[in-house]
Structure formats: C-alpha cells, structure tokens
C-alpha cells in the first residue's frame, strides 16, 4: 500500500524553530499501524525523525499524537484506516504540552498534575490489622479508571486546558476519582471528604466543559469525563453544594423535575447563587441587550404535558437508586 | 415525510429565533412536524451528572412516545441529538431497558429499542438528499463565507452516534454549506467547544473559547458561522461581544442558526429567520445576498 505520511515537524533549538509539514510518500504493508509507518521513515528515510515509542501494543502510553488531528496511540491506529484525500496521513504531536523535537513532547504538566492530586491511597482511622477488605463490585468498578496508561492522549485533546493551564485535566481528575470512588479511601465510610474539597476548588472538577474529546481521544476506554461528572455527584452527595456547579447542577435539575424543561432565566441567578450581587450585575448588560432583541426565554415557563408523569420518575429513580 | 418533533428548551427559550426558522423551513422542505408536547429536557448532560439512570428514564420515555406514533424523531439541538444517541446507545442493552422500562410501566410506556433520533442536518443528507434540497435553492449563497461550527455531542463519542454506519455525519456540514452554495470555510475549531456548559462556572474560560474559535474563523475571512447547536449559538452570539473585550480586539462574526442559512438560500427574508434577534449585527452579510430568484 502507498501512503504519504504528512508530520508536523518542529526543532525549537534549531535555527528555524518554526513548525513545518514534511511529507513523507513510502510504501507500508496493508495492515501496518501509523507506528509501523512512522518507525519505517525514521529507519529507512529520514534518521532525523523524533518520535517516542516502546511497546507497540498499547499497553506502554509512549506513542500518543494527533492523527488526522484527533488524539491517540499510533500503534493502536490502523494506516488503512486513517487515509485521507490522496491517502495522506497528517501526523502531529500531542496538543496542549510544549514540542521538545517533532513527535515528543515535554510530560512535565501532565505529570505535575497527576502528583497535585496525591495519587495514592489515603486512608482515614486506624489501620486494620490485617488487609482491607473491599467488594468485588467496587473493584470491578474502578479498573475501568486503573485501565489508564498516562499516555496524555486526553490532556492532548482537553478544550479547557487549551485556554486555560492551570486546568487540572482529565488525566489527573480521572485518577482522582480512582482514589475518591475506592472504598477504602477517606473516612470508614469511603467518603474522600477532604480529597473532594481540594477538587471542588478553582481549576477543579466544574471547570470541565463536557465536550467529550477526552472519551473520543482515550484509546483505553477510561472516559475521563465520566469520571469527572460522577464526582461532581460524590462532591454534592458529600455536602459540597457552595459553587456555582453544584447550585447549576441541582437547579437545572429542580427545573426539569418542576416543569419537564428547562426554564432559563432561572438557571443563571439560582447558578451564580440569588445573593451573589456583583456577579449577578455582572450579567445585566447582555441581559438587557438579549431583552432589546426580543431574544428574552419566556417570562413564564411552560409546564409540559403530563408533567406529573415525569415527577413521578424523578420520584421513582431516585428513590431506588439510592 | 413526517417527524416526531423534538424541538429542545433552547429553540424556545434562549434562542427564540431558532423554533419558527426550523419549522418555517420544514414546511417549505415538505416535512410534517408532529411536535412531542409531553416530551421533557434530554438532561443535556447536566441531569445525568447527578443521575444518569434518571436521564436515560426519561429519553426513553420520549423514544417510548415516538414508537406509540410510529414516526422517527427529529431534533434541531446538537446537544439533544448527542445526549439522546448517548441514551439510545446504553438502551441497546436488553437488560438496561428492561430495568428503565420497569419505571415507564405506570404511564402505560414502554420503549422497545426502535428510535433512531435524527438531526435534521442527518435528516437532510440521509432521509432527504441533498439533491431535493438543491432544487429548493432559489437564492444561492454564492460569495459568502461560512465557518462551520458542530456543536461536540453532534461529532463525539463516535460509536453512539454511529459514525461507522453513517460516515457522511462526519463532514455533513460542509456538505450542507456547499449545497447551499455557500463556501466552506475550514478551521481547527469547528469540532471544538464553545465554553457554553461553564459560562456561569468559570466565565473566563468560556468567553476565551468563544473569542478563540470567532477570531479565528474570521480572520480566515469567514462571513459569518453556521451552527447546528442553539446552545453553541447562545455563547458565540450572545456573548461574543463580551468575548472580543476580553480578547482586546474585534471580532464581528455573525453566528447563523443552521435552518436560518437554509432559509436564506431558499429565499426567506432575513426578517422571517429571525435574523434581527441576534446580537451580532448580520445586516452587513445580509447586503452580500444576491436577490431571490422567482420560483
């Protein structure tokens, strides 16, 4: 199979530090990996090529970058499968960590956030005398969040921490909740408490936008974001309801609960919390040009048909579940 | 053609402007809307935080209502559309919605894994062909630049919006755009988010968005955005001024609901879109349309 493989390849001690597209036509075996293709150039064409792999069987978390712009490990990825127009593949380094040569990158952020959520078990009480003993259920839970292989391919692709770097990240808030959803974490009733007021904070877990590229990028089924949106639930459940996430969580949900939808104008005040005046003032401005428009939500909101019916369920689900 | 029609609390609320531009479109596509009166909020992601089960309870009695009719849903809300898919996915499992369909059984409801929720932009290219909607086009958007804006639960996770089985969904804005004879402007922020769900969370983050992804489809000469998702609207519209203070520069970028562009090219008149709602004065763009053909 003849494939051009198109690498964004930048040398920032070089002179020329600015990144470039180089394009490199060979060819591969139909079923070789974009790893199989990348390592093919560097041994066989052009030795200058930096790139970062070990264990080809994505298991290592060495070889994640961008390819055709979207996060995640190239020896997971099939060439085949990735052709663009003219059956080009564009490669480029990871997103949001600073380019040491071509395909590597500088881990430094990532694993400074990882050590900022104190990764490892912190147990409350006494000690037992012998083992923990945990449920199996719980266990099975969490291995699909030990499944992480820090390859970065969420931190890569992550919205927030492309605007902001003090964001704390999927990677790290994932495997904070590893510890905060371990029963043996926190106090005797697996409540990591003081772990979860630390996430609560700014650059935590509610600056998440939800816009799910960390599900899409991570190659090992972990969904970061799922994780974040479950501790979100944990930090409520655990009395932490003073941010505007919390108050933006259960409004929204006291709204669909009340009226079946959504009623907007409620949501922003009761979100920033009806005695936060300066942030409320703060809103005033669009608010009047959104009235000025005529682009105002109705001042009294609709109930939906048989509203009672979907009391009932918010009744129902919730009375089980819990 | 007719479509259970889900319309989402935005096209009525936020975003007022959007509900008629749908339904005045789809009259003229010759689709017939049976709305879903009783059918609540998807959750939109924010139910489902503190209760997923809860948010998949209540999809499914939405899917439940559209089996009763027979008819397929329609959303014109790319975060509807993404949290219904991400519902439907979980209902797939047979034990899962025997488990949901034990709480519809009071109202006499019972979901049996048939909808398929569409997008009306799905709809169009899968359901409608593009190739009808062209012989609708009576004043084509020669000359105009248009940035296309997805909205993220319209392009991610894959698997639940079944993007092997329907790989058109991937571009299907640039296809749009095209058959509207408009020009696609392409841009690293089209699948990207528009900060809209931390607006009141951390304001800054999200108006950086808004101003990152605006600069940077007009300083690609873009015209105006075309978006699928009201809620991506309300945060590239309504606040992008607020945005461009926060930038220290000028932005502009008229943000076009997507059955709005539709219209435009249909030749519906800027007033009947709904066009004088937006905050971003899409006057200037309106002086670029050619005027409509006779039918």
């Known amino acids: 199979m003849n494939v051009t493989i198109r690498v964004r390849r930048q040398d920032p001690e070089s002179e020329s530090a600015a990144p470039f597209w180089q394009d490199y036509p060979l060819e591969i075996e139909d079923n070789a990996t974009v790893l199989d293709a990348l390592i093919k150039i560097r041994e066989d064409i052009d030795g200058t090529l930096s790139l970062r792999c070990s264990c080809r069987s994505s298991i290592c978390g060495s070889c994640a970058m961008r390819i055709n712009g979207q996060a995640g490990l190239a020896c997971k990825t099939q060439a085949a499968a990735s052709l663009k127009a003219g059956d080009i593949i564009e490669v480029e380094p990871a997103g949001n960590m600073p380019v040491i040569k071509d395909l590597v990158v500088n881990f430094d952020l990532f694993w400074n956030k990882i050590m900022e959520v104190e990764p490892y078990l912190q147990p409350q009480g006494p000690e037992p005398e012998q083992e923990y003993v945990v449920s199996n259920e719980s266990m099975l839970h969490l291995s699909g969040v030990t499944a992480c292989i820090m390859c970065g391919a969420c931190v890569s692709d992550c919205t927030v921490m492309e605007v902001d770097p003090s964001f704390l990240g999927p990677a790290a808030l994932a495997k904070a909740y590893r510890f905060t959803a371990d029963p043996r974490d926190g106090d005797d009733a697996g409540v990591s408490k003081e772990r979860l007021e630390q996430l609560n904070g700014p650059s935590g877990m509610w600056d998440c936008t939800r816009c799910l590229e960390c599900v899409q990028a991570c190659p090992k089924g972990v969904a970061p974001m799922e994780r974040i949106m479950a501790m979100r639930d944990q930090a409520i459940a655990a009395g932490l309801r003073n941010t505007n996430g919390a108050r933006h969580t259960e409004a929204f949900a006291e709204s669909v609960e009340q009226t079946g939808s959504l009623d907007e104008l409620t949501l922003v005040p009761k979100s920033l919390g009806m005695t936060n005046v300066s942030g409320l003032l703060s809103y005033a401005p669009v608010a009047i040009q959104a009235l000025t428009h005529g682009k105002m939500p109705p001042l009294i909101h609709k109930k939906i048909e048989g509203v009672e019916n979907v009391r009932r369920l918010f009744e129902k689900v919730d009375e089980t579940e819990r | ?295």
């Open chain 2, 1 to 295: 053609m007719r479509y259970a029609f889900f319309p989402g609390c935005v096209s009525r609320g936020g975003c007022p402007e959007l509900y008629p531009a749908a339904a005045l479109i789809c009259k003229r596509l010759g689709i017939d809307l049976w709305e879903m009166q009783g059918a609540s909020c998807t959750g939109a992601g924010v139910l489902q935080e503190k209760n997923q089960l809860l948010g998949d309870t209540l999809n499914a009695r939405t899917f439940a209502m559209a089996e009763y009719w027979d008819l397929p849903i329609m959303t014109i809300c790319s975060t509807c559309q993404g949290v219904m898919s991400q519902a439907n996915h979980r209902l797939r499992n047979p034990e899962y919605r025997a488990k949901v369909n034990g709480y519809l059984a009071e109202e006499g409801l019972e979901y049996k894994g048939n909808a398929r929720p569409k997008h009306l932009l799905w709809i169009l290219i899968e359901d409608y062909g593009l190739d009808k909607l062209a012989e609708l086009i009576t004043r084509p958007l020669h000359g105009v630049r248009l940035a296309p804006f997805y909205g993220c639960y319209l392009v991610r996770p894959t698997d639940a919006l079944e993007f092997a089985d329907n790989p058109e969904r991937q571009d299907s804005l640039e296809r749009l755009i095209e058959i509207l004879g408009a020009t696609v402007v392409d841009f690293s922020g089209k699948t990207r988010c528009c900060g809209f769900p931390i607006l009141t969370i951390n304001e800054r983050n999200s108006l950086a968005m808004v101003g990152k992804h605006t600069s940077e489809a007009k300083d690609l000469g873009a015209d105006a955005m075309i978006t699928p998702c009201p809620l991506c609207h309300l945060n590239l519209d309504s606040f992008q001024p607020k945005a461009a203070a926060q930038a220290g520069r000028e932005i502009g970028l008229p943000i076009l609901h997507m059955p709005q562009a539709i219209g435009l090219a249909m030749g519906i008149s800027p007033q009947e879109l709904g066009l004088r709602r937006h905050i971003v004065n899409t006057r200037p763009l309106m002086t670029q349309l050619t005027p409509a053909a006779a039918h």
